[in-house]
């Protein structure tokens, strides 16, 4: 007789898992993301993605309901990015999340939007400035 045993994720191990998945969910919806992106507030955005018409969105990976409770720093992502969206396992309370944000449900092979997020054009400026920030830092990352 065959028992399953279900392993216990540490909270770094299903943070990988969220952001490779919700990261593999933007290249397949044609979005380039670059992980751990250096906001200009002195901030890092778990994903900065750019789409093909130069929209750039943050994804903020929650682990849990404690990373969600403890970590309040995504309020301070919005100014930088046209949407902003939450990736979470799939076990997690989505009702927990605020409303105003897109929602992604990822795992380590994939993920699904099951909210989009509500687009928040960015100023000229700020987006021409983000995006030579984005496309160096990929480039510095392609050499490396």
């Not at 992106?37 to 890092?44: V, Y």
């Not at 955005?45 to 789409?51: C, E, F, K, N, V």
Request: with cysteine.
């Amino acid at each position: 007789m065959e028992v399953a045993v279900a392993l216990a994720l540490t909270r770094p191990e299903t943070t990988e898992l969220v952001t490779r998945g919700a990261a593999r969910l933007l290249q397949a919806l044609g979005h380039a993301p670059l992980l751990e992106f250096p906001l200009p507030n002195g901030r890092r955005a778990d994903i900065m993605a750019l789409g093909a018409k130069g929209e750039l969105s943050v994804v903020e990976v929650k682990s849990s309901v404690e990373d969600f409770r403890v970590d309040r720093k995504w309020g301070e992502y919005a100014p930088y990015c046209d949407a902003f969206s939450f990736a979470v396992p799939p076990d997690f309370p989505r009702e927990i999340l605020p409303e105003d944000a897109g929602l992604i449900v990822a795992d380590g092979f994939g993920g699904a939007v099951l909210r989009p997020a509500p687009a928040v054009p960015l100023a000229p400026a700020r987006r021409k400035a983000l995006l030579l920030q984005f496309a160096r830092l990929a480039a510095f990352r392609a050499l490396a």
